[in-house]
DNA sequence: ATTCGTCAAGAGCAGTGCTCTCTATTTTGA
DNA sequence: TCAAAATAGAGAGCACTGCTCTTGACGAAT
């Protein structure tokens, strides 16, 4: 059906447009996107984009996928490119990527880490996206307990985090030790304590040089999680 | 003038019931606040709410300060009330009370570490409170310097960030080295990062045992900072 | 050529922040 | 004590929001 999918590319081009045009409006407005507005701003009565979007919410959750895709992109492409026996380096390439997406997206960035919208509840799809970034963080740790660049903390947490974090290791990393994977978590803490401080404001008047100032920190947590020196 | 206190008298309560009425539907209807809303759960119609409120953006600064002001204080009475040598102790106590806090006050916290409301901007009298639970925390750290149980750290960091930091240190801590202080902030943001990721639902279907999780990573955010473990 | 699905538009409902005006009450000052 | 002034509340109204329903037009398939 040739003729038919001319309706449907074009269909699919203004919820395209409709997608672009709410991330823009996503950036000067924030979360409070209105769905009115996008259609003013194509030219279209508010009631014709209900054709394209099932509603306002839909639209964010559209917009929240592609958001945790991208991060997801950034951060897997940054890992991949980085000499793989480098820990240290890919640890800081990782964390370089997810900041650098979130200056670039800061919008996008609040929809995903800051408050959640009240009535607003996340669909499931939204759970294996929103892993990617901690899995390739830990996916680090494991490379280098494979080959013996990183060694086992000696303390094991405390029990019920212990089983925890096993349960976790089981599904994605197994045979993971839970002590370094508690590492890990806290580097996923860490860095996006540090990206939310710096994007929500929390830095300012304070520290100026936010590029160096993250490397640092990002540097210190590297240090507590054990990844080695480049000597 | 009695007679007029007594109008003033009401007026105060009026304000201290709408901003009660506030904090409820903060907690279950989050950041969008209706004026509406509170004004017809007081009994009173929308537009009369304005004799006591000047706009819904003071409100809700009010309430932002308020929780500050609570925030800073459960922080600081953590803190006083733990044998002041024990910096482990005391460091834990902080960030206890500030995830206690937290949990306790939802809402509100997610107003004041969550996504910048988008068209407010915060008013310069909330940066003041907004400082007491990382000058809590650094201040641990300046005690332990003080009598010597706390170590500097070999290396400093890089030197814009160095700077930047003994600027900051000049003003609340004098004398504080930059490598101290430079952990100090990495253990708040840590701090932030596991609250708001334990309350914006990150560990959801991951970490069950919420409260021995946050213990171990505190403590592990301990070891970086170089406080001195019991024996 | 006619049916049928799709699209756009308009009106309308219920909600929002906020302003203005009007009236009743209370407080204040002479 | 009594008039003037300040205050509280109510109502209407403006511009905005998400969303629904109906109506009319257009294009594609039978």
Redesign the pocket.
Known sequence: ?P??S??ARV?AE?IDEIKAVARRHLATDGAN?????VARDM??????I???VP???DLLTALILEAYDGLGDAVEAADASTDPHDLRGRWHAVCRAARDWALAHPAEYALLYGSPVPGYAAPDDTVLPAQRPPLTLVGILRDGLADGRLTVPAEEPPEPVRADLAALADVFFPGMPAALLARGMAGWTQLFGLISFELFGRLNQTISHRDTYFGHQVDLMADLIGLPRPE
Do not use: F, N, P, T
């Open positions: 059906m003729a038919s001319i309706r269909r203004m996107l209105s769905l009115r507005a030219g279209m009565v508010s009631s014709a209900y054709r394209y509603s306002r919410d």
